[in-house]
């Protein structure tokens, strides 16, 4: 039976708390196997534990994986979340789950700081999907960062909200350069300020080696292996725009888009609404599980225009570097940052469900081949 869009609203938490008690209930329930990787770095905003979970459906000795991953951008796990345990509900899916004989891995929470302390970030400021890159070979300085560091101080003010002085200076740069050339300077990852937005780490961080630790062990052994990472904060409302993730590969991108349909996009080719990035989280799967043939996307769902999600994040930064804030300011910027990466709406909910629904089922139909 489908499940009602009451059913499927259910499934999303208010909080990371509720949303990994949802997750581990589900799981549970269905007597899936388990597992807790706790983050020392500190509790959660409502003081409690915070970890990433992982749920398997499935034979370890499957061919086939497909892997569904919330909140690498802690703060869009919201989302993720919701898709991970109404599918975990979802009897039609897991029939099907069954029948392709290819295993499932859903992966909760892949930075549970942000998710509960609301920052796309996590515990060190860090981009998760900027920080798995090579940190020994990469350069002490590149044009990234110097793309950054001209527009940080634009970027983050030294006052919030920003004064008309900054709001005119970002709108004559905008309107020089093009939006484009600006969202590229400040997304594509950055390793010179870590008190900057899109900061990629100057080291794994303890998510990024969580998660090449269960690709390792759940993945290495497979000969296929599928990845959907779900993402929010991009694009237009409830659309799931399913990005290419890998290297400039014709026959992977090929491959990507028989799976998923010929409206997967990529960055290489300018058709995505993301920028070109660095040290993006898929580099996990192709070190860790070099041996299987990948197939992956990041799925990303639409929320507020791009300067409302900009400006979030902006403020967001603002805040996290000045932690004095009045108490007034701190929670209209969470608020804001909330709604920047998720909608409430049972509307809105039941159309990502949907897609995410239909990505998986695209995954398990592929690999089962
Ligand atoms: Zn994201």
Request: hydrophobic share 45%; charged share 20%.
């Amino acid at each position: 039976m489908l499940m009602t869009m009451t059913a499927i609203s259910e499934a999303f938490a208010a909080t990371y708390s509720a949303a990994r008690a949802k997750f581990l209930a589900a799981a549970a329930e269905r007597g899936f196997a388990a597992e807790h990787h706790v983050n020392s770095a500190g509790r959660g905003a409502e003081g409690e534990e915070l970890a990433s979970d992982t749920a398997i459906l499935g034979s370890s000795d499957a061919p086939a994986l497909v892997v569904v991953t919330s909140a690498m951008h802690g703060v869009e796990g919201f989302c993720g979340s919701g898709c991970q345990v109404a599918l975990l509900r979802d009897e039609a899916f897991l029939a099907a789950a069954k029948k392709s004989g290819v295993a499932v891995l859903f992966h909760h929470a892949v930075n549970p700081w942000g998710f509960s302390w609301l920052r796309r970030t996590n515990e060190n400021n860090v981009d998760l999907n900027r920080n798995f890159r090579d940190f020994a070979a990469q350069p002490a300085h590149s044009a990234r960062d110097d793309a950054y560091a001209g527009i940080h101080a634009l970027m983050v003010p030294v006052e919030w909200p920003p004064a008309a002085e900054n709001r005119a200076a970002l709108a004559a740069l905008v309107a020089a350069r093009g939006r484009p050339a600006i969202q590229a300077a400040v997304s594509s990852g950055q390793s010179v300020r870590p008190d900057g937005l899109f900061y990629a780490g100057n080291a794994p961080e303890w998510s990024n080696r969580v998660l090449r630790d269960v690709l390792r062990r759940h993945g290495s052994r497979r000969r296929r292996l599928a990845w959907i990472d779900i993402h929010t904060g991009l694009g237009p409302w409830g659309h799931g725009e399913k990005i290419f993730c890998g290297p400039n590969d014709p026959a992977m991108i090929a491959r990507t888009r028989a799976c998923f349909g010929a409206d997967v996009t990529s960055y290489y080719d300018g058709s995505s609404a993301s920028a070109e990035l660095s040290g993006v989280a898929w580099q996990a799967a192709l070190d860790e599980c070099s041996r299987a043939e990948f197939t992956g996307i990041g799925l990303e769902f639409g929320t507020l225009p791009f300067e409302e999600t900009l400006a979030a994040l902006r403020a967001d930064q603002w805040l996290a570097n000045h932690p004095h804030a009045e108490r007034a300011m701190h929670d209209s910027i969470k608020a804001g940052m909330r709604s920047a990466f998720h909608d409430d709406s049972e509307a809105w909910q039941a159309m990502v469900y949907g897609q995410a629904r239909v990505a998986t089922l695209q995954a398990l139909h592929a690999l089962s081949g």
